[in-house]
């Protein structure tokens, strides 16, 4: 049951695009898509993170326990199913800040744009690395050098910086709502691995906790997590667009 429901962990976690390019039999969209890459590559970092995290602990005994646990988490963790195959109030007092870090980081990170993930998504992730490697290029090349850098997803063009300055913005305002519900979970006496794993579990919509999410919470923590699980699901620009819709209303009306 684990293994098959990890299939379609993975499957809800890839663009859909490229599951279509998939189907009409153009597999090699796989090995080329700029966003499959960056999620494999993030997938094998948390996943190293974790299993590193769990074997210092001691948790399991055992490298088979450890990948089994350790990777089934994190598979749910960052395509935001929230399957537990564990105790959270276990995972949080026994994995150790190195595990919990990994998933905090995938939960934060999410999957493939155009999926049933949520969080950042691995496209913006590869926008904002491709854009560092075309800033070093530039900071190596004469002035008048004109740096420009391919993007292949479904199919070839050129990075602009109109969408890295979308990429950043998003994830800069995910971050900033990842941190307002550490900050809160913090003022109400959680650790803060505690409270940044479950504010980042709320806001990238993934259910994943360590015990702190529970009927006997505070009523105003839950009413953050809430409102960090809506404004997460419409992506937070949503949400900051339609705030400064009602501040303008608000303002033509005293006028």
Known sequence: MELITIVFMVLGMINFAVQYEVWKRRPGELARNM?????????????????????????????GAELRRGGYQLVSGHS?????????????????????????????????????????????????????????????????????????????????????????????????????????????GYGLTASAFESVSAAGNVGLTTGVTNCTMPAFLKVVYILEMWAGRLEVMAVVVMIAYFLSMLRRGRR
């Open 35 to 63: 966003e499959t890459w960056v999620l494999a590559t993030t997938l094998l970092v948390t996943l190293g993170l974790v299993l590193a995290g769990i074997s210092l602990a001691g948790v399991f005994g055992s490298f």
């Open 80 to 188: 935001g199913t929230g399957f537990m195959t564990v105790y959270g109030q276990q995972m949080g007092a026994r994995w150790g800040d190195l595990a919990l870090f990994g998933l905090i980081v995938a939960m934060g990170l999410g999957g493939c744009a155009c999926s049933t993930s949520g969080a950042i998504k691995a496209f913006r992730v590869g926008v904002l690395s491709k854009d560092v490697k075309v800033k070093t290029k530039q900071a190596l090349s004469p002035a008048s050098a004109v740096v420009v850098e391919r993007i292949h997803h479904i199919r070839d063009f050129n990075m602009t910086n109109a969408m890295v300055s979308a990429a950043l913005l998003t994830t800069m305002l995910y971050v900033g709502l990842y941190i307002l519900g550490t900050i809160i979970g913090l003022f109400y």
